[in-house]
């Protein structure tokens, strides 16, 4: 048992997805795992264990944000011994070609945090996805016909920003969408040799000033977690 997660040994896999919204890691379970028990609410926060083709598989909410999402991975990572770790959840495009409801698959995630800044004095690490997560999740999705983007995101410290412009310096750099935990997910990831990835669906444009409705988000959110659930359980 860790601080912010009351499982007992064994009761959390190996892999597990993160969204941030604790109420979509419930909808998440039960809408796609088979016997999905809960094994955490402390804060709230809710974990649920299931299997998904015969495979066991977790789901743990992260809240928003770097820091509280590095909470939960440290702690899966070093207390629970999870290997596989997919973040799913919603960014805001930053390219005209990066449509609402579309699937961004984050190779890298650029960012604003400063959580790497005491690590790396003078210099910029460069946090990047898990390569085998990668492959199995961009061929999943050829086979399967799901359209997918790939490349750089932003994950940023504040979501809601004194300049609204200020955007366009990273669409510029073909940063693709802004999201607020890949860049701590894929390095924390790093640090401690397991393995990350990132899959978001598309939410709303910074470009066209676009919002997709609460029934549009489910119905995109189903194919990014189909995604996610076949890369963790092939």
């Not at 310096?169 to 990350?196: D, H, P, S």
Request: hydrophobic residues 40%; charged residues 20%.
């Amino acid at each position: 048992m860790s601080i912010h997660i009351e499982a007992k040994p064994g009761e959390i896999a190996d892999s597990v997805l993160l969204p941030g919204d604790p109420m979509r890691a419930k909808w998440i379970a039960e809408t796609f795992l088979e016997d999905p028990v809960c094994y955490n609410d402390v804060r709230a926060m809710l974990g649920f264990t299931g299997t998904f083709k015969g495979k066991r598989i977790s789901v743990q909410g992260t809240g928003m944000g770097i820091p509280s999402a590095l909470i939960y991975c440290h702690e899966l990572i070093n207390f629970y011994e999870v290997k596989n770790l997919i973040r799913v959840g919603t960014a805001g495009s930053y390219q005209k070609e990066v449509r609402l409801r579309d699937i961004v698959i984050a190779m890298a995630a650029s960012s604003t945090s400063g959580i790497n800044n005491s690590r790396f004095i003078n210099a910029d690490y460069s946090p990047t996805a898990n390569f085998d997560l990668f492959m199995k999740a961009a061929n999943y999705a050829q086979v399967h016909k799901i359209p997918i983007k790939a490349g750089n995101v932003l994950s940023a410290d504040e979501f809601y920003e004194d300049d609204y412009d200020s955007y366009k310096q990273w669409a510029n750099f073909g940063v693709l969408c802004v999201e607020m935990e890949a860049a701590g997910l894929y390095t924390i990831a790093a640090k401690y040799n397991a393995r990350a990835l990132a899959i978001l669906t598309i939410s709303d444009s910074l470009v066209t000033k676009e919002k997709t409705s609460a029934d549009e988000r489910e119905s995109s959110f189903s194919k990014m977690i189909e995604i996610a659930l076949h890369t963790l359980s092939d």
